[in-house]
């Protein structure tokens, strides 16, 4: 029943009202006049009485009706939840605490992606090197990706929120599960990729030069990752731990604005029971971003500077004390000792046609290397400048809504004790866990977005073993030639 039909039975039940009351009055009058008996007042009392039962049991009817109409209301907006605008979920627009108050200020959002990857490797040792572990092959698999996210936002400072994700419980940079693997249709594993607190006083925005600071705690997205690229951190790499972010105005006029912003992390590695010492990160990064409009364009120029410095301690003792060997050394040498690193990041955006182009590079640096300068591996190669890793890129375009499109070229070289091989671009190279380190070489993609929520891509990329040597732990001496395929969808 609709909202004007128990209008209109409203209206008939006061119009019944005003066209019997009247007449109820007169006939009791003339009857308590002209009565003689006690059965005509008790005649008459039983009318009013029964008048008096239908109209209690109609007003229930409309309360009824009405508490039906709310319940329906509340339903449909549950069920029919508007698409969010991007996968995360502070930036979905389905906001669903009008149906349910305790969920005011919730806001959600997921894709799902399908690729197709195949790869050739190519064997670089000659027949007497080669240990039977890189043969020339050739390999294709269909993956899945499904990311649900979910925040809460309490009020003007506090948020909490979550992602679930696919992926492999042993394998923090990848969120793909193969299909048929391990096959005959196994359920695929829901894991728990983000579990947060953010804490944000409203009371130190936009003060004087400080524009903001953001504490956060729990399991994450990567804090450092935006002015970083693979050569240090994977993209899906979710540190545990805390973070703090300090946002700066150094400088703001009609043509040139100038900001900066300030992080640190402690991320939690590995927890050692038994050990004197956890293995730990911390990390420290400064920006200066720089805008301006003096360059006569219709859209602004910016630059962006970052050096970041990233100390991992009790990294040596975590690896050969408490995990499986190469399992988190994956292409680092067995000999490195510690990871300090730092991580020089620059990048310039322009447009062109009201196309936007980035161009950025990227260096790092592990100043706590000391057991690879000059040292001869198996094969008799030296093993020197291990320690050092640049890339540099170009991107055009950006995938925002339909019709947009995006290409990309960056070309790497990471040494094999440059950064720590468990949580760069797992992309970089070879089969399996191998080639997260150790490699140079080219990758070229293509993105075009279909519609303003399903999108595809095209990515190759081609690298080689930057030292072919067999001491480099879990390295292929080979050339990998890797392409993918992917569908996107956003809701």
């Given at each position: 029943?609709?909202?004007?039909?128990?209008?209109?039975?409203?209206?008939?039940?006061?119009?019944?009202?005003?066209?019997?009351?009247?007449?109820?009055?007169?006939?009791?009058?003339?009857?308590?006049?002209?009565?003689?008996?006690?059965?005509?007042l008790q005649s008459m009392k039983y009318m009013i009485?029964?008048?008096?039962?239908?109209?209690?049991?109609?007003?229930?009817?409309?309360?009824?009706?009405?508490?039906?109409?709310?319940?329906?209301?509340?339903?449909?907006?549950?069920?029919?939840?508007?698409?969010?605008?991007?996968?995360?979920?502070?930036?979905?627009?389905?906001?669903?605490?009008?149906?349910?108050?305790?969920?005011?200020?919730?806001?959600?959002?997921?894709?799902?992606?399908?690729?197709?990857?195949?790869?050739?490797?190519?064997?670089?040792?000659?027949?007497?090197?080669?240990?039977?572990?890189?043969?020339?092959?050739?390999?294709?698999?269909?993956?899945?990706?499904?990311?649900?996210?979910?925040?809460?936002?309490?009020?003007?400072?506090?948020?909490?929120?979550?992602?679930?994700?696919?992926?492999?419980?042993?394998?923090?940079?990848?969120?793909?599960?193969?299909?048929?693997?391990?096959?005959?249709?196994?359920?695929?594993?829901?894991?728990?990729?983000?579990?947060?607190?953010?804490?944000s006083p409203v009371c130190l925005v936009d003060q004087g030069v400080l524009q903001g600071l953001k504490?956060?705690?729990?399991?994450?997205?990567?804090?450092?990752?935006?002015?970083?690229?693979?050569?240090?951190?994977?993209?899906?790499?979710?540190?545990?731990?805390?973070?703090?972010?300090?946002?700066?105005?150094?400088?703001?006029?009609?043509?040139?604005?100038?900001?900066?912003?300030?992080?640190?992390?402690?991320?939690?590695?590995?927890?050692?029971?038994?050990?004197?010492?956890?293995?730990?990160?911390?990390?420290?990064?400064?920006?200066?971003?720089?805008?301006?409009?003096?360059?006569?364009?219709?859209?602004?120029?910016?630059?962006?500077?970052?050096?970041?410095?990233?100390?991992?301690?009790?990294?040596?003792?975590?690896?050969?004390?408490?995990?499986?060997?190469?399992?988190?050394?994956?292409?680092?040498?067995?000999?490195?000792?510690?990871?300090?690193?730092?991580?020089?990041?620059?990048?310039?955006?322009?447009?062109?046609?009201?196309?936007?182009?980035?161009?950025?590079?990227?260096?790092?640096?592990?100043?706590?290397?000391?057991?690879?300068?000059?040292?001869?591996?198996?094969?008799?190669?030296?093993?020197?400048?291990?320690?050092?890793?640049?890339?540099?890129?170009?991107?055009?375009?950006?995938?925002?809504?339909?019709?947009?499109?995006?290409?990309?070229?960056?070309?790497?070289?990471?040494?094999?004790?440059?950064?720590?091989?468990?949580?760069?671009?797992?992309?970089?190279?070879?089969?399996?866990?191998?080639?997260?380190?150790?490699?140079?070489?080219?990758?070229?993609?293509?993105?075009?977005?279909?519609?303003?929520?399903?999108?595809?891509?095209?990515?190759?990329?081609?690298?080689?073993?930057?030292?072919?040597?067999?001491?480099?732990?879990?390295?292929?001496?080979?050339?990998?030639?890797?392409?993918?395929?992917?569908?996107?969808?956003?809701?």
């Open positions: 029943m609709s909202k004007k039909v128990i209008k209109l039975l409203e209206e008939v039940m006061k119009k019944l009202l005003i066209a019997v009351l009247p007449l109820l009055i007169v006939w009791v009058s003339q009857d308590l006049g002209f009565a003689d008996t006690t059965s005509d009485e029964s008048l008096q039962q239908q109209m209690s049991k109609m007003q229930g009817t409309i309360e009824q009706q009405n508490l039906r109409i709310q319940q329906l209301e509340s339903r449909r907006m549950i069920e029919t939840p508007k698409p969010s605008a991007s996968l995360e979920p502070q930036a979905a627009t389905a906001i669903i605490g009008e149906a349910i108050p305790w969920l005011k200020g919730a806001k959600y959002g997921g894709d799902l992606r399908l690729r197709y990857e195949a790869f050739d490797f190519y064997d670089k040792n000659n027949d007497a090197g080669s240990t039977g572990t890189a043969l020339d092959r050739t390999r294709n698999r269909f993956r899945m990706r499904l990311r649900w996210g979910f925040e809460k936002d309490y009020g003007d400072d506090w948020k909490v929120g979550f992602r679930l994700v696919t992926g492999n419980i042993n394998d923090q940079t990848s969120t793909n599960q193969t299909l048929g693997n391990p096959g005959y249709f196994t359920y695929k594993n829901i894991l728990i990729d983000r579990a947060y607190a953010l804490y504490i956060g705690a729990g399991k994450f997205e990567n804090p450092f990752s935006r002015y970083s690229t693979g050569i240090v951190w994977d993209a899906d790499v979710t540190p545990e731990g805390a973070y703090e972010q300090v946002n700066f105005k150094l400088m703001e006029n009609e043509k040139t604005k100038v900001t900066a912003q300030a992080t640190a992390g402690q991320f939690l590695v590995n927890e050692n029971a038994g050990f004197e010492s956890d293995a730990q990160i911390f990390g420290y990064q400064g920006v200066l971003n720089f805008s301006t409009s003096s360059f006569n364009t219709k859209e602004p120029v910016e630059f962006a500077a970052a050096a970041a410095f990233y100390d991992y301690t009790n990294w040596f003792q975590t690896v050969t004390s408490n995990t499986a060997g190469v399992s988190y050394l994956r292409t680092n040498t067995l000999i490195a000792d510690d990871f300090r690193v730092i991580d020089i990041y620059s990048e310039v955006r322009f447009y062109v046609d009201k196309t936007p182009v980035t161009l950025w590079y990227d260096y790092a640096k592990n100043l706590a290397n000391v057991g690879t300068e000059n040292f001869a591996g198996s094969l008799g190669n030296d093993i020197h400048d291990m320690d050092d890793a640049w890339g540099l890129g170009v991107k055009a375009g950006k995938m925002k809504k339909k019709g947009d499109w995006e290409v990309v070229y960056n070309y790497y070289e990471v040494g094999a004790n440059a950064v720590v091989a468990a949580f760069n671009d797992s992309d970089l190279g070879g089969p399996g866990q191998i080639g997260f380190t150790n490699r140079r070489g080219h990758r070229f993609g293509f993105s075009y977005q279909l519609t303003d929520n399903i999108s595809t891509q095209w990515s190759m990329s081609l690298t080689h073993a930057l030292n072919p040597s067999l001491s480099v732990a879990s390295s292929a001496n080979e050339d990998v030639l890797r392409s993918q395929v992917d569908l996107n969808y956003k809701f």
